[in-house]
């Protein structure tokens, strides 16, 4: 069974940083993209950041620049760097698998104040 435990969320600053972990089981983070979720409150589930199971990490314009996503194979482990954080960045966080039916983890909560 796949399983994601996300953690690493908290209340911070606009302008501040913050550096999510995403635990990955029943699944080796190097043999699949994984991605990283956000759902900001009133709104559908958005893409934020991938990392291709080529380590190539990719990102959507919102967050280019301020963003990064790495993998740690050791830990099984993909985290994301989050830089110069504004309001518009506060959303549960989730990391899975695209494409896949894998279940969802309770995510990490990221809110940051004006």
């Known amino acids: 069974q796949v399983r994601f435990v996300e953690s690493g969320g908290g209340l911070v600053q606009a302008g501040g940083s913050l550096r999510l972990s995403c635990i990955a089981s029943?699944?080796?983070?190097?043999?699949?993209?994984i991605a990283w979720y956000r759902r900001r409150p009133g709104n559908q589930p958005e893409l934020v950041a991938t990392?291709?199971?080529?380590?190539?990490?990719t990102y959507e314009d919102n967050v280019k620049g301020r963003f990064t996503i790495s993998r740690d194979s050791a830990k099984n482990t993909v985290s994301l760097a989050m830089n110069n954080l504004t309001p518009e960045d506060t959303a549960q966080y989730y990391c899975?698998?695209?494409?896949?039916?894998?279940?969802w983890g309770q995510g990490t909560q990221v809110t940051v104040s004006s």
């Open positions: 899975h698998r695209p494409f896949f039916s894998d279940g």
């Open positions: 029943g699944v080796t983070v190097n043999d699949h993209a």
């Open positions: 990392i291709s199971s080529h380590g190539m990490p």
